[in-house]
């Protein structure tokens, strides 16, 4: 399906959209995510300008909410060819490897918590000797 490029505006504005800086949307054209459009309008002297439409926002978002899902830019790159794809078995396995870091990460994390809990409440206990939050994290 090709969906037309209404004009979203300039870099500023593309970059504004999807809640990036400037810099990050150029990291991400560098990176290949998303396309560096044509300088359009100006004299060769200006150089004109680049103009960035919806198709654009809509794919600098995309890549936001896939970040925010802790995806990394390489299997966004894939992702993002898939879209186009409409490859659905690999893009169920990228998501099946993604929800598996993430619930070693959530195992990772409770285990850190249980043990600073641990440590906060043996420091409760008592206000006398030295602070077994401090004396664990110099031991270790």
Do not use: N, W
């Not at 290949?32 to 103009?51: C, E, H, N, V």
């Not at 690999?90 to 195992?107: F, G, H, N, P, V």
Request: glycine share 10%.
């Amino acid at each position: 399906m090709v969906r037309s490029q209404e004009m979203a505006g300039t870099i500023a504005t593309l970059a504004r959209e999807g809640g990036v800086g400037v810099e990050t949307v150029r990291y991400y054209q560098r990176r290949g995510l998303l396309r560096t459009p044509d300088k359009s309008g100006g004299s060769a002297i200006s150089g004109g300008i680049r103009r960035y439409g919806d198709e654009d926002v809509r794919r600098l978002k995309f890549i936001r909410q896939a970040q925010a899902a802790g995806f990394t830019l390489e299997q966004i790159g894939e992702l993002l060819e898939l879209d186009a794809g409409q490859d659905r078995t690999r893009a169920r396995a990228l998501a099946a490897e993604r929800i598996t870091a993430l619930d070693e990460k959530i195992a990772e994390l409770q285990a850190a918590r249980a043990s600073l809990a641990k440590l906060a409440h043996a420091c409760a206990a008592s206000d006398t000797g030295p602070c077994p939050i401090i004396e664990a994290f110099e031991a270790g």
